[in-house]
């Protein structure tokens, strides 16, 4: 069975930084696509990046410069370096496997196949 752990999250304040990561029990290699989603009380659960197994990165418009998202195939981490974080990224951040894709990676949640159980980060202003 695949297992998800994140780590890293926590409280910072504006304009802060976080690098989470997130640990599978198998390679990366068995994922075509890593990705990284936040959910807000009360929002729906939204893509922040993603990173194919061919290291194609794609984040999404409101962290583009701020955020970055690297996997390491053979260890089985992958994380996410967070800087200059605002308040209204207060969320909890979880990282998701696809275990086939194409070229690119998904930013629809639902066709991820496994999921950690989410680490809170806290940003106050």
């Known amino acids: 069975q695949v297992q998800l752990v994140e780590s890293g999250g926590g409280s910072v304040q504006a304009g802060g930084s976080l690098n989470l990561s997130c640990a599978a029990s198998?390679?990366?290699?068995?994922?075509?696509?890593m990705a990284w989603f936040r959910q807000a009380p009360g929002k729906e659960r939204e893509g922040v990046a993603s990173i194919s197994v061919f290291s194609l990165t794609s984040l999404a418009d409101s962290v583009k410069g701020r955020f970055s998202i690297v996997r390491d195939n053979a260890k089985g981490i992958l994380y996410l370096q967070m800087n200059s974080l605002k308040p209204e990224e207060t969320a909890v951040y979880y990282c998701?496997?696809?275990?086939?894709?194409?070229?690119?990676?998904?930013?629809?949640?639902?066709?991820?196949?496994?999921w950690g159980q989410g680490t809170q980060v806290t940003v106050s202003s």
């Open positions: 198998i390679s990366l290699y068995n994922f075509a696509c």
């Open positions: 998701a496997a696809l275990r086939q894709g194409g070229v690119t990676c998904p930013r629809a949640p639902s066709v991820y196949d496994y």
